[in-house]
């Protein structure tokens, strides 16, 4: 798979795409820009293709060429004036971004959109602490110091920019506000209220929104664009899960279904039936991960049942199997239970998380759901 590092690759974000062409085209190029929008809508996407059609040596009006040396650097992002900065843990295998760059060419090229999540996964850890350390900032000094290979622009981008410590932003800043000639700064954030208001400042601030229903349908179909509510990356991971999603509904209605059974008709038949699915989802054979996505996928269902109850369409995100289920169910998820229902759903998760005996939790877990359902 090719890497996405031409404008037209992108999906969408055409009027962003404008943007940033018409400042190369009109030879005004700010220093330092900010591309903020939600996760999965191609800001990364849009940086790099910006970064390559500035470095391209024969751009075709609209996009670079793809052909020229610096294009055929940019296939394998290795163009030696192209920078990254990125969220790491500090491990024996290094503390700064040089150290992890060859994983990070490997997700854009293999993946194209990824997030947070994707990119810990990438890593092979856990923890949702990776930041960006203050060495780092020695490191984009250094590498902006030196003389650049094709003798035009150094481009930095730093992707998730509000993960640095505290030391390396104000140590951005002064490279912010006095930068070394020929040089771009490219931040990609989703969440820019967690950057100084001082950096904030000195940046040109380009919002990339959610993508159209429409342009994920012509892709997706329509069922799948409403429920991504404007994320591409939400409907890749949406049509790689309908599968698994689909035995997770059947999971979740027969958990409610025979809690119901059991709290309103004293149903002996359906206790034994939620005894028997209990272990069933308990089986070490589906594995905590999986036992994890169900009972996510079931706080996600508790919410949209919630919410159909507000008679607000509009802000339901489900399929059509689910909403069929959910127009009888709906009245059964209340003000006097939905917050109950959901820290059960919660607790269960976490206990699954520290590995406690998923036959207990997942047995509690009915009980829990006999007594709330009403």
Known sequence: ???????????????????????????????????YGPAGVGKLQLAIAYAQYIHCTNR????????????????????????FVFPIVKTDAGDVCDDYIGTFRDQIISQGYFDLDDWYHALGIETKQAIIYEKESSEILRKLSLKSFAGGYKIMIIWQPEKMNIACANKLLKLLEEPPEKTLFLLVSEHPDGLLATILSRVQQIRVPSLQESTIAERFGSEVAHIANGSWLAALRIADQ?????????????????????????????????????????????????????????QRQVRENYIRNLAQPDMNYQ????????????????????????????KAEQQISQNGNAKIIFFDLCLQMIVLIK
């Open 1 to 35: 798979m090719q890497p996405i590092m031409q404008f037209k690759d992108i999906i969408g974000q055409e009027a962003v795409k404008g943007q940033l062409r018409l400042s190369v085209q009109e030879d005004r190029i700010p220093h330092a820009q900010l591309l």
């Open 60 to 83: 075709q009006g609209d996009d670079s060429c793809g052909e020229c040396p610096s294009c055929l650097q940019y296939k394998k992002l290795q163009h030696p004036d192209l920078h």
């Open 242 to 298: 309908q599968q698994d999603e689909n035995a997770y509904l059947e999971a979740f209605i027969a958990l409610m279904r025979n809690a119901w059974s059991v709290g309103h008709k004293k149903d002996y038949d359906a206790l034994q039936q939620l005894r028997k699915w209990s272990l069933e989802i308990a089986d070490a054979k589906v594995g905590r991960e999986q036992q994890k996505a169900f009972l996510q996928y079931a």
């Open 319 to 346: 399929t059509r199997a689910e909403a069929q289920f959910s127009s009888k169910f709906a009245p059964f998820i209340n003000d006097k239970n939905v917050e109950l229902i959901m820290n059960e759903l919660d």
